[in-house]
Structure formats: structure tokens, C-alpha cells
């Protein structure tokens, strides 16, 4: 009984249908349940909202082309008309993230991007996206970014190893950002929420304390999957107008 | 009668839409834009904690794995902890001093304002 109330218990990875390849382990878990549900849920909410895609939109197209326009304007406004062609990989990454982070929400639901697995394996692609982006377009010139104009060159053997790490510490700090906020919130949530049966009838207070912080984690979610997304816009703008 | 109004009405929406269009190629716009979602100190405060311990525990990293791969262990992971120090330093000077994410030494803003105006419709 004790374990089911620990505030953690929340983010434990259930295998539900066990399956291996070789020696690893490559099961179907809770964690895979909410992905698949993430995208459904996008999906249908995209492919039904915009099914009659009337001219005067109603309440739901409405929230279609909202989410649609505003992430539109924001790769304008961060890598102007050359990031056209990345649109849709953004906007997948912002929906998924931020409908993953929404139903994590839901009770009995499960936060897949409050583990560092899956924040850092997305940071990685875009890492890694990003960094072929820039290879293919600028050729050897890329390489420059680690050995600006104008330093002298005594300092190259410091300033090399230096900048690539400063490089390469760019999708940590991208997946901690998303992945300690959904962790940190989700676990304050459910501590508190402990507290409300542990007081008895002063349990009032910490009673209204969550209610006021769940309406705080979603406006968290939306901020982290904004952030998450506005980051990746910044990174492709690095790649594709290189200094 | 009513279809006419309509008609007039749309028009209408049209020229408010085109409008409205057009004001985010406002260079001054992208600045801010950046500038509110950095706003928060508590997130500001956190993005530096960050910053500084990834290229800390890259660098670490890095050492670690070329100690075992040339053999000299603790020598290279002792070099690569400093380094990752600095290179969380400058991370943190460039987030500070508004260079923005990228890795160089000029400022952002200096070819930033060209790229949004040619984002037009």
C-alpha cells in the first residue's frame, strides 16, 4: 500500500505486453501507451477539426487553425521564409509535446515527458537534425562556428574543445528544461495531494493549494512545449544562417 | 439584402486579415517577441543552472571517455571538467549578454532584422 502513495509512483514504466529482441528489451509499456494516444489524439483533433474546412470557421477549426497560425508565426518571426520547409517537423514536435504534457494531466494518466529518456531522445533528432541542416548547407564552413573569425591563433587548441562542448551541451539543456518541470510539478501535485487525506479536515487548505497548482501545471505544459518548440526554431535559425 | 451585407462584411475581414498580416514583419516585434519569453526570473534563474552543469557534465563526459580510450586515466577527465566549466561559463555569458543560442562572437541581432522581412506571405 505504502508504494502506491509514494508522490514517484506516478512515473514508474509498466510493461504492458512484454516483448524482447535479442537482450533487449523492447516491451510495450505505459510510457508507449500515452505516445500512441498523443498521437491519435493529435491526429483526430487536426483530421476532425479541418474535415469540412468551412470558410467561416466554428469553435473546434477554429482551435485548428489557431494552433496552426501561431506556429506559423512564430517560425517567421525566429527563422524567417527559410524554415518554411521544417514547418510541419515543428509543428508535429509542439502538438506532440504539448498534447503529452496535457494528458499527463488527466487523472490516472502518465506523463511521458517528465522522463529524461524521451525529452533527450527528441532533443537528439533535432541535435542531430540540426546539425546535418548546417553541414549540407554550409560544407566546411560549419566548422568555423568552433574557431571564430578573429581569434588568434595560440588560442584555437582552448577554444576548440571549449565551443564544442558549449555545442554539444545544447540537447541537455533542451530535454532538462521540459523533463525537470513536468517531473518537479507532477510530483509537488501528487505531494500535496498526500497531505489532503494525512490532515483529516484541515485538509481544506491543502485542498484548495491543488487546485491552484493543477490550473499552474497547465499553463506549465503549454509553456514548456512553447519553450521546447521556440528553442528548436532558435537552433534551426543558428543552422541555417550561419554567423 | 442580407447576402450583400455579407458580402461587404467579408470584404471587410479580408482588409483586417491582410492587415494584421503584415505587422508581424515589424522587425522591432522579433526582439520582443524573445525577449517575453525569456521573461520569468525564476526560468531565466533555472536556464542558468542548466546551462552551466550540462556543459559541465558534457565535458566530464567527453574526458571520460577518451581516458578510456587512450588509456590515461585521470589525467584527460581532470583537463575536460575545466573545460566544461568555461564552456557553461560561455553559455551562460551569451544567454546573459544576449548573443542568443549560437556559438560565435558577433550579435545576433545584427543579420536577425534582414531574415524576418523577407518572411513575407
Known amino acids: 500500500m505504502a508504494e502506491g502513495h509514494s508522490p514517484l509512483a506516478q512515473f514508474e514504466i509498466k510493461r504492458l505486453i512484454p516483448m524482447q529482441i535479442g537482450d533487449i528489451d523492447v516491451s510495450f509499456t505505459n510510457s508507449s501507451m500515452m505516445m500512441i494516444t498523443t498521437v491519435i489524439v493529435v491526429s483526430s483533433f487536426l483530421i476532425l477539426g479541418m474535415r469540412r474546412s468551412a470558410l467561416i470557421p466554428g469553435r473546434w477549426q477554429s482551435i485548428v487553425e489557431l494552433s496552426y497560425i501561431f506556429i506559423a508565426n512564430l517560425l517567421k518571426d525566429t527563422v524567417g521564409s527559410a524554415g518554411r520547409p521544417y514547418f510541419p517537423f515543428i509543428f508535429s514536435t509542439f502538438m506532440f509535446v504539448l498534447v503529452g504534457n496535457l494528458l499527463g494531466m488527466m487523472p490516472y494518466g502518465f506523463t511521458f515527458t517528465s522522463h529524461i529518456v524521451v525529452t533527450f531522445t527528441m532533443a537528439l533528432f533535432v541535435f542531430l537534425g540540426v546539425t546535418l541542416i548546417a553541414i549540407f548547407k554550409h560544407k566546411m564552413h560549419f566548422f568555423t562556428l568552433f574557431m571564430p573569425p578573429g581569434v588568434p591563433m595560440y588560442m584555437a587548441p582552448l577554444l576548440i574543445p571549449i565551443e564544442i562542448i558549449s555545442y554539444l551541451s545544447r540537447p541537455i539543456s533542451l530535454s532538462v528544461r521540459l523533463f525537470a518541470n513536468m517531473l518537479a510539478g507532477h510530483t509537488l501535485l501528487k505531494v500535496f495531494a498526500g497531505f489532503i487525506i494525512a490532515l483529516g479536515a484541515a485538509g481544506i487548505a491543502p485542498w484548495f493549494f491543488v487546485v491552484a497548482l493543477t490550473g499552474l501545471e497547465i499553463v506549465i505544459a503549454f509553456l514548456q512545449a512553447f519553450v521546447f518548440t521556440i528553442l528548436t526554431c532558435l537552433y534551426l535559425n543558428d543552422a541555417l544562417h550561419l554567423h | ?121
Open chain 2, 1 to 121: 439584402m442580407i447576402n450583400k451585407n455579407k458580402h461587404s462584411e467579408l470584404n471587410d475581414l479580408g482588409a483586417r486579415l491582410n492587415k494584421a498580416r503584415k505587422e508581424p514583419n515589424d522587425p522591432t516585434r522579433h526582439e520582443k517577441d524573445i525577449n517575453n519569453e525569456k521573461g520569468g526570473a525564476l526560468s531565466l534563474a533555472f536556464r542558468v543552472g542548466v546551462e552551466l552543469i550540462s556543459a559541465v557534465a558534457i565535458g566530464t563526459a567527453i574526458g571520460w571517455g577518451l581516458d578510456n580510450w587512450l588509456g590515461t586515466r585521470p589525467w584527460l577527465m581532470l583537463v575536460f571538467i575545466i573545460l566544461g566549466g568555461a564552456a557553461g561559463v560561455i553559455n551562460v555569458y551569451r544567454l546573459a549578454s544576449g548573443f542568443g543560442y549560437a556559438p560565435g562572437y558577433r550579435k545576433d541581432n545584427d543579420d536577425a532584422g534582414t531574415h524576418s522581412d523577407s518572411g513575407g506571405d
